[in-house]
């Protein structure tokens, strides 16, 4: 069946502007997770989604920074006023029921470019 | 101190090789350990899931966890070229919520 999906792969833009990063998840898949990833760094949470709720808010590193999910399937995670630091690779997973043991499956990622 | 350290590497080894890779965490409620593999380009792949401590085997892939020590290992047997990717650990426990910790990644290179 199909994996998660992420849009645009690619997004360059200038410094200021307002990105949107869309992630399709498995279908069915009750929890959703956005991460960034940057050189070095490792996989950085950004923000879970259970349903069309976001109860973990805590890993969006600004107020720039926000998500939402509607339908219980498609997220939009939006960045304004983008900054060079953004810049990275941002990863949505998904997770048939979420909680702590629960496999995600990961999305190609969009690779955000920030000039 | 970061919740999870992992050597980033590179790591270049013939084909055929033993390969160990690993973790070092420091919170001690962790009970959820995994191990995913990164190709270029792409997203992570679950590859280990381990619950508490012990090993455990999967084809030429075992995982061990050392909860005392606070230390998990991926060994790969037989290395092949197709295993060259990036491995990244991971971590939970039900006690932070939904938070998954990722080591910052492993760069394992096989060498035909």
């Known amino acids: 069946g199909a994996g998660v999906s992420q849009s645009p792969s690619n997004k360059v833009t200038e410094k200021g502007k307002d990105v949107e990063l869309r992630c399709d998840p498995i279908?069915?898949?009750?929890?959703l997770y956005w991460y960034r990833q940057s050189l070095g760094q490792g996989l950085e949470f950004l923000i879970y989604?259970?349903?069309?709720?976001?109860?973990?808010k805590s890993g969006l590193p600004s107020d720039r920074f926000s998500a939402e999910r509607t339908g219980g399937s498609v997220s939009t995670l939006t960045i304004q006023r983008t900054q060079q630091e953004d810049s990275a690779v941002y990863l949505c997973?998904?997770?048939?029921?979420?909680?702590?043991?629960?496999?995600?499956?990961f999305g190609p990622g969009t690779r955000l470019t920030v000039l | 101190q970061k919740e999870v350290e992992q050597d980033p590497g590179p790591l270049s080894v013939p084909e055929g090789a033993i390969v160990s890779l690993n973790c070092t965490y420091s919170?001690?409620?962790?009970?959820?350990f995994m191990w995913y593999r990164q190709y270029s380009r792409k997203g992570p792949e679950l590859l280990m899931y381990?619950?508490?401590?012990g090993n455990k085997e999967d084809g030429r892939f075992t995982a061990q966890v050392d909860k005392s020590s606070k230390y998990i290992s991926l060994f790969i047997r037989d290395s092949q070229p197709s295993d060259s990717a990036t491995y990244l650990c991971?971590?939970?426990?039900?006690?932070?919520?939904?938070?998954?910790?990722f080591g910052t990644g492993t760069s394992l290179t096989v060498i035909p």
């Open positions: 381990t619950y508490s401590s």
């Open positions: 279908s069915g898949h009750t929890a």
């Open positions: 991971a971590m939970s426990t039900s006690n932070t919520g939904n938070q998954f910790y």
């Open positions: 919170n001690s409620a962790f009970q959820y």
């Open positions: 989604f259970q349903g069309n709720s976001a109860p973990d």
């Open positions: 997973a998904s997770s048939l029921l979420g909680g702590a043991g629960s496999e995600q499956f």
